[in-house]
């Protein structure tokens, strides 16, 4: 029975783990794509401001 509950454990400990670090890579992901939609819309912004100033 204590083998039993230490292979539950250590699967559940495993599983963790990964989850973790799969969430921590999904975040990383999510502020690159963040940052590359936030400058776009700054540089449309720049943009659209100049296109007026020379009206």
Do not use: Q
């Not at 989850?19 to 936030?38: A, L, P």
């Amino acid at each position: 029975m204590k083998l039993h509950r230490k292979l539950i454990l250590s699967i559940l400990v495993l599983s963790l783990a990964g989850f973790v670090s799969g969430c921590g890579n999904t975040w990383r992901g999510v502020k690159e794509d963040t940052s590359k939609t936030m400058d776009s819309a700054g540089d449309a912004v720049v943009k659209a401001g100049e296109k007026l100033k020379s009206e």
